[in-house]
T-cell receptor, first 115, second 115 residues
C-alpha cells in the first residue's frame, strides 16, 4: 500500500465555519506534511510532523491548526478562514523527515473553497 | 539556500516527439532532486529522484533525467511523447542535508501534447 488518502476531496466552507481535513497513510512512515497549492503555483510547505511531533510550522496563520493523533493520521483543523485561503491542500508522508534522499508520497488533495 | 528554476512555464510537443523539460538547481550542498508530475485535479506523483548513486536516473512512464553538476541541471526527458503525458511537471529539491521530505518546488512546467 503506497497510498496517502485524504478526505474530503472537496470542501466548501463559510468564513465562520469550523472544518477539518483528514489524511491517512499505512506505509509506516514517520514524517507527515501539509502543503498548500494555489492555482497555477507550486506546492508550499505548511507543517511537518516527525514522529508525531510538530517539527516545522512555516509561519502559518493560527486559523490553521494541525494535529497528529498517531503515526498514521494527520488532521488540519480550519477555523475563520478567508477567501484567499481557497486552495488545494496536499498531505504527504515520507519514511522519515531527515534523510535527504527520502521521497515524499502525496495524497490526491482536498480542494477547499472559502465563501 | 536550496532552489530550483524551471525554464519554460509551458512546453508543447507533438505526439511521438522528444520531451525535454528543463530544471536548474542552486545548492550549497550536494542536492537531492526530484521530478513530480501532477495531472489535473490530482495530487503529485513521483517520477524519479536523484540521490548521487548515478547521474542518469530512470523513472516511471519512460521518463529519465540526467544530473549534470557542471551545468547545475537536472533536465527531464522522454524519447517519445504520448497524449497521456499532458500534465504539470515540477522539479523539486530537499531543503537541506537533514530535511528529507521537505521540498522546495520549481514553478512548474505545463506539458501539452498535440495529436
Amino acid at each position: 500500500d503506497t497510498e496517502v488518502t485524504q478526505t474530503p476531496k472537496h470542501l466548501v466552507m463559510g468564513m465562520t465555519n469550523k472544518k477539518s481535513l483528514k489524511c491517512e497513510q499505512h506505509m509506516g512512515h514517520r514524517a507527515m506534511y501539509w502543503y498548500k497549492q494555489k492555482a497555477k503555483k507550486p506546492p508550499e510547505l505548511m507543517f511537518v510532523y516527525s514522529y508525531e511531533k510538530l517539527s516545522i510550522n512555516e509561519s502559518v496563520p493560527s486559523r490553521f491548526s494541525p494535529e497528529c493523533p498517531n503515526s498514521s493520521l494527520l488532521n488540519l483543523h480550519l477555523h475563520a478562514l478567508q477567501p484567499e485561503d481557497s486552495a488545494l491542500y496536499l498531505c504527504a508522508s515520507s519514511q522519515d523527515g531527515t534523510r535527504p534522499n527520502t521521497e515524499a508520497f502525496f495524497g490526491q488533495g482536498t480542494r477547499l473553497t472559502v465563501v | 539556500a536550496q532552489s530550483v528554476t524551471q525554464l519554460g512555464s509551458h512546453v508543447s510537443v507533438s505526439e511521438g516527439a522528444l520531451v525535454l523539460l528543463r530544471c536548474n538547481y542552486s545548492s550549497s550542498v550536494p542536492p537531492y532532486l526530484f521530478w513530480y508530475v501532477q495531472y489535473p485535479n490530482q495530487g503529485l506523483q513521483l517520477l524519479l529522484k536523484y540521490t548521487s548513486a548515478a547521474t542518469l536516473v530512470k523513472g516511471i512512464n519512460g521518463f529519465e533525467a540526467e544530473f549534470k553538476k557542471s551545468e547545475t541541471s537536472f533536465h527531464l526527458t522522454k524519447p517519445s511523447a504520448h497524449m497521456s503525458d499532458a500534465a504539470e511537471y515540477f522539479c523539486a529539491v530537499t531543503r537541506g542535508r537533514n530535511q528529507g521530505g521537505k521540498l522546495i518546488f520549481g514553478q512548474g512546467t505545463e506539458l501539452s501534447v498535440k495529436p
